[in-house]
């Protein structure tokens, strides 16, 4: 079956930097659209950035020129380089992934989700 396992959330200082992992298994994903989100205490889960399966990238205004999304085909593995993190920025993040290729910022698109890695800014 498809499985999505986030890994690299921990606790940074203003101004620090941190790099989330997503494993794929059962799943291709250099083949489907690959998307973050990120949802803190009391909020709706909310967009962050997708890539799609040519390597097109988009990111939500909050993160842009801040965040980088990648992924490295021959690990079968995406990513969520975070830089210059803000306490706004505290939150669960969220890897998924869709069946299809086109990137996509609504969470209903997605058909697969991991369980979540927690990334904490400190003040």
């Known amino acids: 079956q498809v499985q999505l396992a986030e890994s690299g959330g921990g606790l940074v200082p203003t101004g620090g930097s941190l790099r989330l992992s997503c494993a794929a298994s059962?799943?291709?994903?250099?083949?489907?659209?690959m998307g973050w989100f990120r949802q803190a205490p009391g909020k709706e889960r909310e967009f962050v950035a997708t890539i799609d399966a040519l390597g097109s990238t988009y990111y939500s205004d909050s993160v842009k020129g801040r965040f980088i999304i990648s992924r490295d085909n021959a690990k079968n593995t995406g990513y969520l380089q975070m830089d210059s993190l803000k306490p706004e920025d505290t939150a669960v993040y969220f890897c998924?992934?869709?069946?299809?290729?086109?990137?996509?910022?609504?969470?209903?698109?997605?058909?697969?989700w991991g369980q979540g890695t927690q990334v904490t800014v400190s003040p």
């Open positions: 059962g799943h291709t994903l250099s083949d489907h659209a």
């Open positions: 998924a992934s869709r069946t299809g290729g086109a990137r996509a910022i609504l969470s209903t698109f997605y058909n697969f």
